[in-house]
Nanobody, 123 residues
Framework: QVQLVESGGGLVQAGGSLRLSCAASGRTFSNYAMGWFRQAPGKEREYVAVVKSGGGSTYYADSVKGRFTISRDSAKNMVYLQMNTLKPEDTAVYYC????????????????WGQGTQVTVSS
């Protein structure tokens, strides 16, 4: 069982930065790949980034590549999403999620989800 709690969302101007944090509880946190997803009003939830277990390889959606950085601190059971050069189209609720599946770009592959944190980027 893994419990996830996101924080760090807020209102920022276009071009600005935010860092989201996800605090995880559970003894087996290090076994999970950890993903960030987002959902804008009226749209489906979409994959943003993932950091795998073990070596911690990272992968990104094309829409955020080069602007966002995902990282994990297994000693602290934390996952982060550093978001730079934010755009109005990045506005969404951001969710942290955990999976043991290799299909880590798919929403349905994730077993555990946080409650989400709102990110609003003004133009």
């Amino acid at each position: 069982q893994v419990q996830l709690v996101e924080s760090g969302g807020g209102l920022v101007q276009a071009g600005g930065s935010l860092r989201l944090s996800c605090a995880a509880s559970g003894r087996t946190f290090s076994n999970y790949a950890m993903g960030w997803f987002r959902q804008a009003p009226g749209k489906e939830r979409e994959y943003v980034a993932v950091v795998k277990s073990g070596g911690g390889s990272t992968y990104y959606a094309d829409s955020v590549k080069g602007r966002f950085t995902i990282s994990r601190d297994s000693a602290k059971n934390m996952v982060y999403l550093q978001m730079n050069t934010l755009k109005p189209e990045d506005t969404a609720v951001y969710y942290c999620a955990a999976t043991l599946s290799a299909r880590w770009a798919l929403v349905k592959a994730y077993d555990y989800w946080g409650q989400g944190t709102q990110v609003t980027v003004s133009s």
